[in-house]
T-cell receptor, first 113, second 115 residues
Framework: QQQVKQSPQSLIVQKGGISIINCAYE??????FPWYQQFPGKGPALLIA?????SEKKEGRFTISFNKSAKQFSLHIMDSQPGDSATYFC????????????FGTGTKLQVIP | DTAVSQTPKYLVTQMGNDKSIKCEQN?????MYWYKQDSKKFLKIMFS???????INETVPNRFSPKSPDKAHLNLHINSLELGDSAVYFC??????????????FGSGTQLSVL
């Protein structure tokens, strides 16, 4: 059972463009929604995260939009750069007690010059 | 200083062999994890230990046995390796019951290839 669905599987964006990755979740007990960035040969690293009490969070060129009623959230990368080329994972967890993070299936982003 | 380090980076072995992967974290975290990333990049949790106690044990063949000698170390031993075990295994850590307990810190992974 895939509790966090992520799309698209891959994405090619021109340098300077906007990259958008979407995720949907099923478990209403989830209350923490992070995005992880993974470069080839490296482990995932936390990029940005949001809690459901806000609808948007921005950190530099990265923005999470969150729609609690639709159980959807998305990552927007503004002014995409070749250095942003990586695999992005959305995730969700329930922070009560010992957390178990459920990851989306990943989106491979390629930013072309 | 590497926060979460795991060894070896690459592991190539024959079917039926037994192998171990070691992980250490120097972040002072109390919880450690093993994740498996398959060829399609899907990340799935296998085990989690909090202060040496097993707290998450997903549906994983019992050929996989984690061991946590102390809260800074979590090792993964795999018996009778099979072709389907080929994947990248990531160790991770976090600090439960802190304000930002959900943040996972991952190691660089161990690429296991079973021939």
């Amino acid at each position: 059972q895939q509790q966090v669905k992520q799309s698209p599987q891959s994405l090619i964006v021109q340098k300077g463009g906007i990259s958008i990755i979407n995720c949907a979740y099923e478990n209403t007990a989830f209350d923490y929604f992070p995005w992880y960035q993974q470069f080839p040969g490296k482990g995932p690293a936390l990029l940005i995260a949001i809690r459901p009490d806000v609808s948007e969070k921005k950190e530099g060129r990265f923005t999470i939009s969150f729609n609690k009623s639709a159980k959807q959230f998305s990552l927007h990368i503004m002014d995409s750069q070749p250095g942003d080329s990586a695999t992005y994972f959305c995730a969700a967890s329930n922070s009560g007690g010992y957390q178990k993070v459920t990851f989306g299936t990943g989106t491979k982003l390629q930013v072309i010059p | 200083d590497t926060a979460v380090s795991q060894t070896p980076k690459y592991l190539v072995t024959q079917m039926g062999n037994d192998k171990s992967i070691k992980c250490e974290q120097n972040l002072g975290h109390d919880t450690m994890y093993w994740y498996k990333q398959d060829s399609k990049k899907f990340l799935k949790i296998m085990f989690s230990y909090n202060n040496k106690e097993l707290i998450i044990n997903e549906t994983v063949p019992n050929r996989f046995s984690p061991k946590s000698p102390d809260k800074a170390h979590l090792n993964l031993h795999i018996n009778s390796l099979e072709l389907g075990d080929s994947a990248v295994y990531f160790c991770a850590s976090s600090h439960v019951r802190s304000a930002t307990n959900e943040k996972l810190f991952f190691g660089s992974g161990t690429q296991l290839s079973v021939l």
